[in-house]
């Protein structure tokens, strides 16, 4: 596993748990709650394939 791999592990569950957290506060609607969540694994998954 290359160190940008370990990289997208690390960063994916970190973006999610913000968008998450910013739901649960008002600060972020569900649809873009849900889109974060859903672009950012969607990207990582690519990247990581791809690496």
């Known amino acids: ?3 940008a791999q370990m990289g997208l592990i ?4 970190l973006i999610i748990g913000f968008a998450v957290a910013l739901r ?3 600060a972020l609607r ?5 889109t974060a969540v859903l672009l ?3 990207i990582a998954a690519v990247l ?3 690496q």
Do not use: E, F, K, N
């Not at 690390?10 to 569950?13: E, R």
């Not at 569900?30 to 849900?34: D, K, L, S, W």
């Open 40 to 42: 950012s694994a969607a």
């Open 48 to 50: 990581y394939l791809t």
């Open 1 to 3: 596993m290359t160190d």
């Open 10 to 13: 690390v960063a994916t569950p």
């Open 24 to 26: 649960r506060i008002g």
């Open 30 to 34: 569900t649809t873009g709650a849900v």
